[in-house]
C-alpha cells in the first residue's frame, strides 16, 4: 500500500495539460478524481514515472443541457450527477445510476470521466453512456476528436484514448420522444463493484418504441451494449412478450466468466431477470407520466 | 472536607464510555502513532506462491538500496537461532522461510530501512528463485494418497495430519443412535473468515542498546502472556522485556498470536540498536495473520418417538493452515468445540476432530468465537431447525421440548461441562413474543400460497466463555486466571491496573463501574490501566469473552478487600466497633445513628494520615482470580428474511435478538457488543469468506474482495435481555463479547433454509450468497 515513486504536474490550462501529454504521455497518467488510479499505485500494478492532475483546469466540471442533449465535463463527479435535480426528469438514468456508484467517500471524488477512461468492464457509467448513445470528446495537441461510446471500450482497462489524449466532455443527445431511464444492479454489499449491471433508456413515440438502449456491466470483457435485444424493440409496442424477448437477446449478449461473485450462467440469467424487470418498471412509469 | 454529590456510576448504569472522549476526538494513541527518536522501519517481502522451494535469495540489490540499513533472511535468522518460532499450539512456525514457503503470504525476508518507502522499494530488489510444487487447500486434499507433504521440516512427520481429538461417549452414543426413531444429518463448511480488525498488527521494538532493555509496543490483546513467549523465544530474561500495548483498534482475536514481524523487528532493533516499527497493511493482515474458523463438519442428531433428542454424533475436519498455531487453551485441540450439544438435554454425545495441514495461512480460532464455539453453535442450530423442518414440527416448539429446564442447573453436559445457570424457555419465549411469531408464521403461509419465498431463522446458542478454571484451561501451561491491583489515593481518587487489555470492549468504563459498586469511589475517579507488563499484574490477557468472568471478579474480589480494610479504618475514625457499622455505597454509619458517618474518601484519606495502632499505611491491594468454572450465557435471535426468485438476493427484514449474559454490568456497553457481533454474524452469513483458488492464491485479499458489512446493508437489530446470574461469579456476570457473533450466523442461513425448505433445499453453506441460492432454487425449476 505504499506507491513507488513519481513526478507530479497540476497544469492549470487544457493547452499546457495536452503539451505535457504530448511531451511525456507514454510514461504519464492523468489523475482525476484518483479513485483507480491510486489504488493502483498503492498495489504497485502502476508505476507510471509522472501524474498529470487534471484537477485544476477550469472548465471540465460543467454539466450543461443544451438542445435537448446533455454535456458532461470530463471532471463531473459522481455526486455531481446524484445531485443534480434537471437531470430527474430528461436523463434519469444518470441521476438514478450514480447512488449505485460506490460509496458517498468515492463518489464525492471520483470522476464520470475518469470512469470512462479506466475502460473496466465492471464500471457503471460505461454502460450508461452505451444505453445513452454518448459521444466522447477527446482531446491532445494534434485538435479534437469524437469517438462514440460504442467504440471507446476496446478490451479491460483499454480506452480508445491514445496517451497524449484527455477526454475533456460526454456528450449525450437528445432523446427521442417520451424518454425513462433505469439502473438495474446486483453488488454484494453498497460500495461493490457490479456481479451484474444493467442501464435502459427507453424512448417511445406514438406508443411503440422509438430507441432502446441497453448497457451491460460486468458481463462482457468491456461494457457491452446489447444492441440486438434494442434492435428488436424497436418499432413494437412493450407488449410482454416484446420485453420477454428481448431480455433473452441481452442475456444472448453478455459474455461473463465465473468468478467469485458468482458463474457465468448465473450472471447471464440476471441479465435477462434485470432487463425483464427494468423494462416493465420503465413502461409502468411511462404509462403513469402519461395518465 | 466537603462532600461532592456526584453520580456514582455503579453496576446496571449505562455510564457513557470514558475512552471515547479521546477516541471521537482523534486523541487516541494507536501504535501507528508512535515515532520515536532514530526509528527505522521495516517492510516484509512475502510469498507470492502457496507452496515453493526456495532455491536461493539474493539480496544484494536490495542492499545497496537508498536507506536501506539491513536486509534480514531466514538464514540470517538461523545463525541466531530465530528462524523458527514456537506457536501457541506447540507446532513451529517459519519466522523467515529458509527451506520452502507454505502458504501464499508467507514472510521470506525483511528490508530495515531509514523509510517504510524506501524499505517498500528496496523489497522489489530481491530476488527469490522458488521451484513451485503443488498446493493444498483443503483437508481432503491434504489427506489424500500421496498429497505433498506440507511439513518436512518436521522430524518423523510423515503425513499431513496434525491432530486427532475426541469428546464424550462413543459407546453410549452409538447406543442412542441404534435406538433412535429418527437421525438428521448435516455435512456443512464453515468457512474461513477474518477477524479484519480496522487497525491492522503492528509493533515498535526499542531495544535499549545501554541497559539491554527491550520495550516493546505492540498491538497485543495478550500482552502478559506475550512477554513470557517472547522470554522463552529468545532467551531474553523476562524482567528485561517490557510490552506495552497502546489504544487497539480492534483485536477479535487477531491480535492474540505472536507474528513473525514482531520477532523480526525486535532482532533487528536488537542488532542494529535503533527502534524499529513494522505495521502490516491490509493485505498483509488478511493473507498472513490468524484467521477463522474453516472447519467442514457433519453433524448426525438421534431423536426418539416423542422427538426428544437423545443423541449427538459429530465429526470434523479442520484446516489449520501451514502451522498449527490456534491460540486455545492446551488441552483442547479442536477449541472449546464440544460444548456443541448447545442448549439441549442430550444425553449422549461424542465429537471427534481431525486437524490437518494445509498450504493456508496458520490460524484458526480467531475471531470473536471463544475458542470454536461459533462452530459448535452453528452446526447443533442448523441441525435442530432441520431436524425440526424434517419431522414437520414447529422449530420453536422442537426447542423448548428438548431444552436443558431451568431446575437441571448446573447441568453436566453429555460432554463434561457443567453449565452454570440458564433460563432457555424465558429467552425464547421473550423473543417469539416480541418478533411476533405467530403471526410472521401465518403471513409466511400466505405469502407461500402466493409463490413469495419468506423464511423464519431461530437459533437458541449457549455459549462456554470466561476461562478458565487454570486446572483445566492454560496456555503454554500458563493458568488462565486473571488480576487486578487496586489503589486508592490520599484524596480518594483511585487506579485500577488489569492484566487484561481492551480492544474497543470498553474496559476503562465497565471496570471502574466495578469499583464505584463495590467501594463506592464514583466511576469517574477510577482510572483503569491496562496494557503495558512494567505497570500492571499478570493476566493472560482479553478473548474469548473472559475479560469480565476473570479480571472483572478480580476487580470485585480486590475492591472488597479493600472495604474490609476501610470498615477497619471506619471504625477507628467514628470510635465504633467494626461490628456496629453499616455500609451503604459509599460510607459507612454507625448502626442506628446514620449522622455518625465516614465517605469512603475520609477513610481512604485516613489511610495515609490517621491509622489505628498497628496498622500498615495505604488502601491498596491485588488479586489474581481463578474462576471455579466457566459461565455459559445465551439466547435467542430470531430472523425474519425474504428470498428473490429472480436473483436469489436474500433480504433480511427483521432481526430480534435476546441475550443473556447474566448480570449487565453497563447495559449501554454489553448492547454495543451485541449489536456489533450480529452485524459481524451477517456478515459471516452472507458475504464474507476468504476462498483459495487451486494453486493456493489467497481471494480475498483486500476490502473489495473480503466483504465486511456496514451499516449500509445489515437491517436494524432490535436487542432484548433477561438476566439469569451466574452463581459463581462475584458480580453474577458472564461474559457477552462473543454471543452475537457466536449465535446470530445460525438464525440468518436458518431462516434462508426456512424459506427455501418447500422446495426441496436443505443447506446451502456460508455465505448464503445470491448465486448459491439462485442455484439451489434453478436446480428445483423456481425462477422468474
Ligand atoms: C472502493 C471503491 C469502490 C468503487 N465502486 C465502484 C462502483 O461500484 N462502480 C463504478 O463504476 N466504479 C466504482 N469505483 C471506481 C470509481 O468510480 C472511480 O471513481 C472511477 O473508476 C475513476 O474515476 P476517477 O476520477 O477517480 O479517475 P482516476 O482514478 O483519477 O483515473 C482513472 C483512469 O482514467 C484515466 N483518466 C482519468 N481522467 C481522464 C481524462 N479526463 N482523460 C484521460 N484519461 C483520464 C487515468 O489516467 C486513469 O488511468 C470504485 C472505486 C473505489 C475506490
Not at chain 2, 483442547?332 to 494445509?358: C, E, K, M, Q, W
Not at chain 2, 489505628?612 to 481463578?626: K, R, W
Not at chain 2, 446470530?744 to 424459506?755: G, L
Request: charged share 25%.
Amino acid at each position: 500500500m505504499f506507491p513507488g515513486s513519481f513526478d507530479y504536474r497540476a497544469p492549470t490550462t487544457l493547452d499546457e495539460a495536452t503539451t505535457v501529454l504530448s511531451e511525456r504521455g507514454e510514461e504519464a497518467k492523468v489523475l482525476a478524481g484518483g479513485q483507480s488510479l491510486i489504488p493502483l499505485l498503492k498495489l504497485r500494478l502502476a508505476s507510471p514515472a509522472l501524474l498529470v492532475d487534471i484537477g485544476r483546469i477550469p472548465g471540465l466540471d460543467r454539466i450543461e443541457l443544451r438542445d435537448g442533449g446533455l454535456t458532461i465535463g470530463a471532471r463531473v463527479r459522481h455526486a455531481d450527477l446524484e445531485r443534480d435535480r434537471r437531470l430527474a426528469t430528461t436523463f434519469a438514468l444518470l441521476a438514478e445510476t450514480a447512488p449505485w456508484v460506490s460509496d458517498p467517500l468515492v463518489r464525492n471524488l471520483g470522476t464520470v470521466g475518469g470512469s470512462l477512461c479506466h475502460a473496466d468492464p465492471a464500471g457503471d457509467w460505461g454502460s450508461v453512456m452505451l444505453a445513452l448513445g454518448a459521444e466522447l470528446v477527446l482531446r491532445s495537441r494534434a485538435g479534437e476528436r469524437v469517438v462514440q461510446a460504442s467504440s471507446f471500450f476496446v478490451a479491460p482497462f483499454e480506452p480508445a484514448l491514445r496517451p497524449d489524449e484527455l477526454l475533456t466532455e460526454i456528450r449525450i443527445p437528445a432523446p427521442r420522444g417520451r424518454s425513462a431511464g433505469t439502473y438495474l444492479k446486483l453488488e454484494r454489499k453498497v460500495g461493490d463493484f457490479a456481479t451484474v449491471g444493467v442501464a435502459l433508456q427507453l424512448e417511445m413515440t406514438d406508443g411503440h418504441v422509438a430507441r432502446c438502449g441497453i448497457g451491460l456491466t460486468a458481463v462482457a470483457p468491456t461494457n457491452r451494449e446489447a444492441t440486438e435485444a434494442g434492435a428488436a424493440l424497436v418499432g413494437k409496442e412493450l407488449t410482454d412478450e416484446a420485453i420477454a424477448k428481448a431480455a433473452q437477446l441481452a442475456a444472448a449478449a453478455a459474455d461473463p466468466r465465473d468468478d467469485i461473485r458468482g458463474p457465468a450462467d448465473y450472471k447471464r440469467d440476471v441479465v435477462r431477470v434485470f432487463v425483464q424487470r427494468g423494462l416493465r418498471t420503465l413502461r409502468r412509469s411511462l404509462e403513469e407520466a402519461r395518465s | 472536607m466537603s462532600v461532592e454529590v456526584r453520580p456514582l456510576g455503579g453496576i446496571g448504569e449505562s455510564v457513557k464510555r470514558k475512552e471515547d472522549a479521546r477516541f471521537l476526538r482523534g486523541k487516541g494513541n494507536y501504535l501507528d502513532d508512535l515515532t520515536l527518536p532514530g526509528m527505522l522501519h521495516m517492510a516484509i517481502l512475502r510469498s507470492p506462491h502457496a507452496h515453493a522451494r526456495i532455491r536461493a535469495i539474493d539480496t544484494s540489490m536490495a542492499q545497496a538500496a537508498p536507506g536501506v540499513v539491513a536486509v534480514v533472511t531466514g538464514e540470517l535468522l538461523a545463525q541466531h537461532k530465530l528462524a523458527w518460532m514456537p506457536t501457541l499450539s506447540g507446532d513451529t512456525q517459519a519466522v523467515l522461510a529458509t527451506d520452502k514457503v507454505r502458504f501464499q503470504g508467507q514472510e521470506v525476508a525483511c528490508v530495515v530501512a531509514e523509510t517504510r518507502y524506501q524499505a517498500e522499494d528496496a523489497l522489489q530488489l530481491i530476488d527469490v528463485d522458488y521451484e513451485v510444487l503443488p498446493a493444498i487447500t483443503s483437508p481432503q486434499q491434504a489427506m489424500a494418497e500421496g498429497a505433498p507433504l506440507i511439513r518436512d521440516d518436521k522430524q518423523g512427520q510423515q503425513d499431513n495430519h496434525i491432530y486427532h481429538w475426541e469428546a464424550g461417549d462413543r459407546e453410549a452414543t452409538d447406543r442412542a443412535f441404534a435406538s433412535a426413531a429418527k437421525v438428521v444429518r448435516l455435512t456443512t463448511h464453515y468457512p474461513r473468515s477474518h477477524p479484519a480488525p480496522l487497525e491492522t498488527c503492528g509493533i515498535v521494538a526499542d531495544v535499549n542498546p545501554a541497559t539491554g532493555k527491550a520495550t516493546l509496543y505492540m498491538t497485543s490483546q495478550a500482552p502478559h502472556a506475550i512477554r513470557t513467549v517472547f522470554s522463552l523465544v529468545a532467551g531474553l530474561p523476562e524482567h528485561q522485556i517490557r510490552i506495552i500495548a497502546p489504544d487497539i483498534g480492534g483485536g477479535f482475536g487477531n491480535k492474540v498470536p505472536v507474528y513473525p514481524g514482531y520477532v523480526v523487528a525486535t532482532a533487528a532493533s536488537l542488532l542494529l540498536g535503533r527502534p524499529v516499527k513494522w505495521v502490516e497493511d491490509r493485505t498483509e493482515n488478511l493473507i498472513s495473520t490468524g484467521f477463522a474458523r474453516d472447519f467442514h463438519m457433519t453433524g448426525e442428531l438421534a431423536l426418539d418417538h416423542d422427538n426428544r433428542m437423545i443423541g449427538l454424533r459429530v465429526s470434523l475436519l479442520s484446516d489449520n493452515g501451514a502451522f498449527y498455531a490456534d491460540a486455545q487453551p492446551s488441552k483442547f485441540r479442536a477449541g472449546l468445540f464440544h460444548i456443541v450439544t448447545g442448549s439441549y438435554d442430550i444425553p449422549a454425545a461424542h465429537v471427534t476432530a481431525d486437524g490437518y495441514y494445509t498450504n493456508k495461512a496458520p490460524g484458526g480460532v480467531a475471531y470473536r468465537c471463544s475458542f470454536r464455539v461459533t462452530e459448535a453453535s452453528f452446526l447443533i442450530e442448523r441441525l435442530v431447525t432441520n431436524a425440526a423442518l424434517e419431522l414437520g414440527i414447529d422449530q420453536t416448539e422442537l426447542r423448548l421440548r428438548n431444552f436443558i429446564r431451568p431446575e437441571q442447573f448446573p447441568y453436566r453436559s453429555a460432554t463434561g461441562w457443567v453449565y452454570d445457570s440458564g433460563d432457555y424457555q424465558r429467552a425464547m419465549r421473550l423473543a417469539m413474543e416480541k418478533l411476533g411469531y405467530e403471526d410472521l408464521r401465518r403471513e409466511q403461509a400466505e405469502r407461500r400460497a402466493r409463490g413469495e419465498l419468506m423464511g423464519i431463522g431461530v437459533a437458541s446458542f449457549t455459549e462456554v466463555v470466561g476461562a478458565g478454571h487454570g486446572a483445566e484451561f492454560d496456555i503454554m501451561g500458563l493458568r488462565m486466571f486473571d488480576s487486578a491491583e487496586l489503589r486508592v489515593h490520599p484524596t480518594g481518587k483511585a487506579v485500577l491496573k488489569l492484566g487484561v487489555k481492551t480492544q474497543g470492549q470498553g474496559h476503562e468504563t465497565t471496570f471502574a463501574q466495578i469499583v464505584a459498586q463495590e467501594l463506592g469511589i464514583p466511576a469517574a475517579d477510577v482510572e483503569v490501566q491496562h496494557g503495558d507488563t512494567d505497570n500492571t499484574p499478570y493476566g493472560l490477557g482479553t478473548y474469548a469473552s473472559r475479560s469480565t468472568p476473570t479480571a472483572g471478579a478480580a476487580t470485585a474480589v480486590v475492591s472488597r478487600k479493600l472495604r474490609d480494610k476501610a470498615r477497619k479504618l471506619a471504625a477507628h475514625l467514628l470510635e465504633a466497633a467494626e461490628e456496629d457499622l453499616e455500609w451503604e455505597r459509599g460510607r459507612f454509619f454507625v448502626r442506628g445513628s446514620p449522622e455518625r458517618a465516614k465517605t469512603i474518601q475520609e477513610v481512604a484519606f485516613a489511610a495515609y494520615t490517621n491509622l489505628p495502632e498497628g496498622m500498615e499505611p495505604g488502601l491498596e491491594g491485588v488479586t489474581y482470580y481463578d474462576p471455579p468454572n466457566m459461565t455459559f450465557p445465551f439466547g435467542t435471535y430470531m430472523v425474519v428474511a425474504d428470498v428473490d426468485r429472480g436473483t436469489g438476493q436474500v433480504k433480511v427484514r427483521r432481526v430480534v435478538a435476546v441475550d443473556d449474559c447474566g448480570v449487565r454490568i453497563n447495559p449501554m456497553i454489553v448492547e454495543g457488543q451485541i449489536q456489533g457481533g450480529l452485524c459481524e454474524g451477517w456478515g459471516i452469513a452472507f458475504t464474507e469468506q476468504i476462498t483459495f483458488d487451486p494453486d493456493g492464491n489467497c481471494i480475498g485479499s483486500n476490502f473489495t474482495d473480503y466483504l465486511l458489512p456496514t451499516a449500509w446493508e445489515t437491517p436494524e437489530f432490535e436487542t432484548y435481555a433477561t438476566v439469569t446470574p451466574s452463581p459463581h461469579h462475584p458480580l453474577g456476570a458472564k461474559g457477552v463479547g462473543e454471543s452475537a457473533t457466536v449465535g446470530s450466523p445460525a438464525a440468518y442461513v436458518n431462516a434462508v433454509i426456512d424459506a427455501l425448505w418447500p422446495l426441496g433445499v436443505t443447506n446451502i453453506d456460508m455465505p448464503v450468497t445470491p448465486d448459491k441460492v439462485w442455484a439451489a432454487l434453478r436446480a428445483r425449476g423456481v425462477g422468474e
